[in-house]
């Protein structure tokens, strides 16, 4: 065998290892090279990190995780006793002293009061390493039926809250020459798919801002890291919104609904943070299949999706399928 063949055989032996490896696992390859190879979570240790949405689902875990890492946490998001709760579990298993955690209370909706918050930070803690923008709601409905205030709303939580929590952290950064954003964005951001257009809407839109963000503050040394997310367990579908403006969907998820858990999502989300990774796709399959499958081949992938998903629309719309079924 002369040594072209030899090569050519070495590179289709390692796509097909590399495919393997990809129905394998439920995060993109770069993710799983770093969390085997890569730094671990435990070199986060001592960083100050601001979790927003730290009251429930994947903010909870993450604070958990980084706490057991050894980082300072801030913990925000409106509902104040989970988020003191949050932090006496930490205190009982033993992962940080209570001085190590601030609960900062905060509406991200009020954009006014973001530099405020930074002060109180700053004032507490002298520094901000890393802020993770993970607040966020998702919604469920069609949009025929979806009111361009919901739209709004979405697009305020979802994208603007986060924007202007990081501009106002920023300066920090900026006069350090250091820092790090991270932003729980989703699959959504990426993908849009049927009964998720306002989500999908304010996802992508938050993906092009990161895009930007991250090529500008390049010579700022200021990392930026986009966490997108597939069906994770948590309170999301309780607060999603619907087709009707102040009434949220309040469906508490099946735990025999085929979705990563939180701790799991935070374990990678942590592993990316650590390796200082700009994108990474975490999720089961097949929605992390959809994800390169929309990447690289774009136009059939939208085709199939049009003409497979009618049968979905259909049956949203007679009411025999369920806008919250992953299914
Ligand atoms: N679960 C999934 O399948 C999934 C998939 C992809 C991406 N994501 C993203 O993951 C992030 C976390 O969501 P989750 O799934 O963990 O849902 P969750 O359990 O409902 O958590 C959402 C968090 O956001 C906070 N929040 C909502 N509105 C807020 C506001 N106005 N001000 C401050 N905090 C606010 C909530 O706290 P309070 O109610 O106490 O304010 C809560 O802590 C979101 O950005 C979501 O889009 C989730």
Not at 39 to 49: E, R
Not at 213 to 242: D, K, Q, W
Request: proline share 4%; net charge positive.
């Amino acid at each position: 065998m002369d040594w072209l063949s030899v090569i050519v055989m070495l590179l289709v032996v390692g796509m097909i290892v590399q495919c393997v490896r990809l129905f394998l696992s439920d995060c993109d390859l770069e993710l799983q090279w770093a969390e085997k190879f890569g730094y671990a979570t435990g070199t986060l240790k001592d960083k100050v990190v601001w979790i927003t949405g730290a009251s429930s689902g994947i903010g909870e875990s993450l604070a958990y995780r980084l706490a057991a890492d050894g980082c300072s946490l801030v913990l925000s998001a409106r509902r104040e006793e989970r988020l003191q709760q949050v932090k006496q579990n930490i205190i009982d298993r033993g992962y940080l002293k209570k001085e190590n955690i601030l609960v900062l209370p905060l509406d991200l909706l009020d954009l006014k009061s973001h530099s405020d918050a930074v002060e109180t930070v700053l004032k507490y803690f002298k520094k901000i390493d890393i802020l993770v923008n993970n607040a966020g709601r998702s919604q469920r409905s069609l949009i025929e039926r979806c009111p361009v205030e919901v739209d709004r709303q979405v697009f305020e939580i979802n994208t603007l809250s986060p924007i202007s929590l990081t501009k106002a952290v920023l300066p920090h950064f900026m006069e350090r020459i250091a820092g790090h954003v991270v932003f729980t964005s989703s699959i959504a951001g990426k993908i849009g798919s049927p009964g998720l257009g306002s989500y999908a809407c304010s996802k992508h839109a938050l993906q092009g801002w990161l895009d930007a963000l991250r090529t500008e503050m390049y010579p700022y040394n200021i990392n930026v890291t986009s966490v997108c997310p597939g069906p994770v367990f948590s309170e999301a579908l309780v607060h999603a919104f619907t087709d009707k403006i102040d009434t949220s969907l309040g469906v508490t998820m099946d735990p025999r609904e085929k979705r990563m858990s939180s701790e799991r999502c935070a374990t990678l989300m942590a592993v990316a943070m650590a390796n200082r990774l700009d994108e990474v796709w975490i999720s089961p399959h097949p929605e992390l299949f959809y994800v390169y499958l929309f990447q690289f081949l774009p136009s059939t992938a939208k085709r199939i999706a049009k003409v497979l998903g009618q049968d979905r629309v259909d049956k949203i719309k007679s009411g025999s399928a369920s806008l919250h079924k992953t299914k």
